[in-house]
T-cell receptor
Framework: GIQVEQSPPDLILQEGANSTLRCNFS?????LQWFHQNPWGQLINLFY???GTKQNGRLSATTVATERYSLLYISSSQTTDSGVYFC????????????FGKGTHLIIQP | DSGVTQTPKHLITATGQRVTLRCSPR?????VYWYQQSLDQGLQFLIQ???????AKGNILERFSAQQFPDLHSELNLSSLELGDSALYFC????????????FGPGTRLTVT
């Protein structure tokens, strides 16, 4: 099946810092989503981005489908950004659900 | 709030027992998905239903089964529970197939003792 690799696995930053999270995938996809799992366990949709670039406030994402990677940018980090960020993909052409990466655990210190 | 609801929020039960988890999708969504999140396996896709019919199967154990009812709500049945079934179970929904954006419910935390 498709492989999804996220990096870095852990990231500790000071409030106000910027960060880039990466997601590499091993096959062509027709769905790619970024999620934030907060400390209460809830999975919050950040972006649906199988290709192209999107921005939402301090967050933006870019997916280069031909090169099989996606990037999530977080600017001016706040403590509420802490949590685990997951990339999830669905391989093109198959009947399947989302395949998740192992996530990036982000800690923002005040 | 994603619009997807799940009940119960927490469930504690003993090994060998059977439980049922319930999910109501967002209004207008036809597809429902079930996922399991455990410490050793991460987030895994279990099964998808579309408008009442099973559409795709992932890593779902034979002891587990699901269905989607005419009102589009779904239930995940877990039987002969083992300690290793302890996990967070998520339901997600999308307007149609899996190429569309999926929205996740708050999850049901199952603890098997």
């Amino acid at each position: 099946g498709i492989q999804v690799e996220q990096s870095p696995p852990d990231l500790i930053l000071q409030e106000g810092a910027n960060s880039t999270l990466r997601c590499n995938f091993s096959d062509s996809v027709n769905n790619l989503q970024w999620f934030h799992q907060n400390p209460w366990g809830q999975l919050i949709n950040l972006f649906y981005i199988p290709s192209g670039t999107k921005q939402n406030g301090r967050l933006s994402a870019t997916t280069v489908a031909t090169e099989r990677y996606s990037l999530l940018y977080i600017s001016s980090s706040q403590t509420t950004d802490s949590g685990v960020y997951f990339c999830a993909v669905k391989v093109g052409g198959g009947a399947d659900g989302l395949t998740f990466g192992k996530g990036t655990h982000l800690i923002i210190q005040p | 709030d994603s619009g997807v609801t799940q009940t119960p929020k927490h469930l504690i039960t003993a090994t060998g027992q059977r439980v049922t988890l319930r999910c109501s999708p967002r209004s207008g969504d036809l597809s429902v998905y079930w996922y399991q999140q455990s410490l050793d396996q991460g987030l895994q896709f279990l099964i998808q239903y579309y408008n009442g019919e099973e559409r795709a199967k992932g890593n779902i154990l034979e002891r587990f089964s699901a269905q989607q009812f005419p009102d589009l709500h779904s239930e995940l049945n877990l039987s002969s529970l083992e300690l290793g079934d302890s996990a967070l179970y998520f339901c997600a929904s999308s307007v149609a197939g899996a190429t569309y954006e999926q929205y996740f419910g708050p999850g049901t935390r199952l603890t098997v003792t």
